[in-house]
């Protein structure tokens, strides 16, 4: 019976360990999430540990040299003097004059989606075109991947979803037409 419990303890104790190193494999590997919010992009950094102070940013694509970014410490903005972007080597640097993050603290950075940048969330891709005129319909999409015929495609214009039967894309020639049933995205507008 001793014989039993002992066995019983060691797979127990086997399964909860693995348990935990699926779990913190699991949010290792979310450090590096995109989400779209309006027209604006957010990138979940590495959780504080009460002394890093310097953050990659793990984007496939890179940021343009110029793009604001807004750093946040558990949805605390910090101040823009109080930390530095090496848009180059996609590291954020806190100074010397603000505390490292605390231990488990959720950082992030936000900043806006600009035209002709790329990203990708999981298994979605996005690709900003070209700013409204008020007066185009088709817009190049610049991209360096290959769009597949007959992929599911999504189109917003200011954070209004457009319906698949106002567009069409030229899977061929990398293009994106705005039907003549639908208005020509207004001057300006986020696409």
Do not use: C
């Amino acid at each position: 019976m001793k014989f039993r419990r002992t066995i019983f303890l060691f797979m127990f104790s086997t399964i909860l360990m693995g348990l935990f190193a699926v779990g913190t494999e699991r949010a290792h590997a979310d450090n590096s999430m995109v989400l779209r919010d309006g027209n604006k992009l957010i990138l979940i950094l590495d959780d504080g540990n009460g002394i890093n102070k310097e953050f990659k940013f793990n984007m496939d694509y890179s940021i343009k040299q110029g793009t604001p970014i807004r750093l946040y410490s558990n949805l605390t903005e910090i101040f823009p003097g109080d930390f530095s972007v090496d848009y180059a080597n996609s590291t954020i640097t806190i100074s010397d004059t603000h505390a490292a993050p605390y231990p488990g603290s959720k950082n992030y950075i936000e900043f806006p989606i600009e035209p002709d940048m790329e990203w990708s969330a999981g298994k979605m891709w996005g690709v900003a075109l070209p700013n409204g005129d008020g007066l185009s319909r088709t817009f190049k999409i610049k991209t360096r991947n290959v769009i597949k015929e007959g992929t599911k495609t999504h189109l917003i214009i200011d954070n209004t979803h457009i319906s698949p039967s106002n567009f069409t894309v030229d899977y061929v020639n990398k293009t994106l037409t705005i039907e003549n049933k639908a208005p020509a995205p207004p001057f300006g507008a986020k696409n």
